[in-house]
């Protein structure tokens, strides 16, 4: 299981604007580099993360080979109401992740 | 048997079959301009790119190209009537040009990402916001990099 690690703040007020953090353990193999043999490693990349708030996406990120591994993606989301960030990676050779994360609201 | 001369060889023919051909390339400069623009118009299209609004925030002097953090502000109220839609990130002298492109809305509060990324080269890094009204502002920063990502890291 693909490894992630995401920092929310527990709860919020209405209408702050909260600092979400994500990173997810991933090479990130580029396509573009060779072993010692001189073959070409095929690419291996997270193409797509989606942040979702109670079910309605409010972010998403298109990944290119350019990010580093592990990539880090950090963005900030109004706090609206109490319930679930749902954070989703997907990529190459059917790479998944998922996370939830629960936020109250006050 | 392998001698330490026929090793050296091998490893020297080897680091050449890589990239250093493509570094080699006389055409290469021309080449990475190219995949640039055409990553920046299959992103923007006809429309113009203005400079301003956005803040574009790399170090100066990279010392791992490998993992850079960038992280891009735009001037924004972020309103249902005005904000931005997405920030794309490009890089000069990558194999492939082409980032991340973000995608936020009025629901974003604030229009800030941050990220990490590999850059190839000394070069420029390019910031593009794409606005609700249609309009795209830029900011581009000129970094050094002196520990090159993509390139010499050929060998595993």
């Given at each position: 299981?693909a490894r992630v690690a995401v ?15 994500t990173l997810a353990q991933h090479?990130m ?17 997270i193409?797509?993360f ?20 592990n990539p880090l993606i ?13 954070f989703?990676w997907?990529g190459?050779?059917?790479y998944?992740a998922?996370y ?7 | ?156």
């Amino acid at each position: 299981m693909a490894r992630v690690a995401v920092t929310v703040p527990a709860s919020a007020k209405r209408g702050e604007i909260i600092e979400i953090k994500t990173l997810a353990q991933h090479v990130m193999e580029t396509g573009f580099r060779r072993t010692q043999t001189g073959e070409l490693l095929p690419r291996d990349i997270i193409t797509e993360f989606v942040c979702r708030y109670n079910g309605v996406e409010v972010f998403r990120v298109e990944l290119h080979q350019a990010v580093a591994a592990n990539p880090l993606i950090a963005f900030t989301t109004l706090a609206t109401e109490s319930g679930t960030l749902e954070f989703t990676w997907s990529g190459d050779n059917g790479y998944l992740a998922n996370y939830k994360a629960e936020i109250k609201v006050v | 048997m392998t001698t330490r001369r026929r090793f050296l060889a091998l490893a020297c023919g080897t680091l050449a079959a890589g990239e250093l051909r493509a570094q080699l390339d006389p055409n290469i400069q021309a080449k990475r301009k190219a995949a640039l623009e055409a990553a920046i118009s299959k992103v923007v299209g006809d429309a113009p790119v203005r400079a301003g609004k956005v803040k574009l925030d790399v170090p100066p002097l990279i010392d791992n190209g490998n993992t850079v953090p960038i992280s891009v502000t735009v001037d924004s109220p972020m309103s249902a009537a005005s904000h931005v839609k997405a920030i794309h990130l490009f890089t000069e002298k990558n194999p492939q040009p082409y980032v991340i492109t973000a995608h936020l809305g009025p629901r974003a509060g604030r229009a800030t990402v941050s990220t990490r990324a590999r850059i190839a080269d000394t070069g420029r890094v390019i910031a593009i916001a794409e606005l609700s009204d249609g309009t795209y502002w830029s900011d581009t920063v000129s970094v050094v990099v002196t520990l090159s990502a993509c390139l010499e890291d050929g060998l595993i």
